[in-house]
């Protein structure tokens, strides 16, 4: 019995491991500095639908990308999220282009873009207010590096 209580412990950790998702450094130029946060990158389907959803906690400085290697109309919800979150909308430039601080946790109320987006940040709620962060600002990661 302890052999197959060991068996799926270890084929869980293999299930848990293998839905990773990839990580990256990006930086926002903002006027009161440079703030930096390690991200999960969403940059499938799969893992856009799951984002955040019922995470605990979520380090200062980290965050997610949702990457839609296009622009698009998108339309975020907080259902099964416990974190609250700020959502930031941003252009295949690179540029800010709307923030939705403070989205409540559980909500099944749409949040839009208020264009077409390429990509959208969710970090801690209030961060973005706390750090300065606003439409306009500059966002610098790999997937932004071409139109720079």
Not at 92 to 104: H, K
């Amino acid at each position: 019995m302890r052999a197959v209580l060991l068996s799926l412990a270890f084929a869980a950790g293999l299930a848990t491991a293998a839905c990773a998702l990839p990580t990256t450094t990006l930086s926002i130029d903002t006027a009161s500095g440079h703030p930096s946060f390690k991200v999960e990158m969403a940059n499938d389907p799969a893992s856009q639908e799951r984002g955040l959803m019922y995470r605990k906690a979520m380090a200062a400085d980290a965050g997610m990308l949702f990457d839609f290697h296009k622009e698009q109309m998108v339309t975020f919800w907080m259902k099964n999220t416990i974190l609250p979150l700020d959502l930031i909308f941003i252009r295949a430039d690179g540029t800010i282009s709307s923030i939705a601080g403070n989205a409540v946790p559980y909500s099944e109320a749409p949040i839009p873009s208020s264009e077409p987006i390429r990509a959208v940040l969710e970090i801690n709620a209030g961060r973005a207010k706390a750090l300065g962060i606003e439409p306009g600002d500059r966002v610098k990661a790999a997937i932004f590096a071409a139109r720079h």
